[in-house]
C-alpha cells in the first residue's frame, strides 16, 4: 500500500518562497506519475506539477512555470519529490497535496494514492 508523507508548506510573503517535500512509499511499479495538486477556498483541486516515469518528463502549470520547480530524488528507498516555488503571489494560496498514479493522465480522479495536504499561505 502505497503512503505520501508531505511537509514544508507554511506562510510566506507575496515574492518569498517555501519548499514542500513529499516522501513517498511503497509504490508496486516502477511506471508511475507523482507530483502536486493544490486545492484554493472555493476552487477545483489542480494540477500544479509532476513526473512521469514512463517518458521522464517533468510537467508544471502554466500559472507557475518558470517560478515552481520540481525535483525527485531516491532516498533510502523511498521517494522523495520535493517542490520549490519561488516569487510566490497571493493566488498560490491552497492546500497543496502530494498524489501518486500507476497511470500517466495527471487528474485528481486518476490518483491512486494522497497525501494529507499542506496548507501554504500567502500574505501581501
Known amino acids: 500500500q502505497g503512503q505520501l508523507v508531505e511537509s514544508g508548506g507554511g506562510l510566506a510573503q507575496v515574492g518569498g518562497s517555501l519548499r514542500l517535500s513529499c516522501a513517498a512509499s511503497?509504490?508496486?511499479?516502477?511506471?508511475?506519475?507523482i507530483g502536486w495538486f493544490r486545492q484554493a477556498p472555493g476552487k477545483e483541486r489542480e494540477g500544479v506539477s509532476w513526473?512521469?516515469?514512463?517518458?521522464?518528463?517533468?510537467?508544471?502549470a502554466d500559472s507557475v512555470k518558470g517560478r515552481f520547480t520540481f525535483s525527485k530524488d531516491n532516498v533510502n528507498g523511498k521517494i522523495m519529490v520535493n517542490l520549490q516555488m519561488n516569487s510566490l503571489k497571493s493566488e498560490d494560496t491552497a492546500v497543496y497535496y502530494c498524489?501518486?498514479?500507476?497511470?500517466?493522465?495527471?487528474?485528481?480522479?486518476?490518483?491512486?494514492?494522497w497525501g494529507r495536504g499542506t496548507l501554504v499561505t500567502v500574505s501581501s
Open positions: 511503497g509504490l508496486i511499479s516502477d511506471t508511475y506519475a
Open positions: 513526473f512521469n516515469s514512463n517518458n521522464g518528463n517533468t510537467y508544471y
Open positions: 498524489a501518486a498514479s500507476y497511470g500517466s493522465y495527471w487528474s485528481p480522479e486518476n490518483m491512486d494514492y
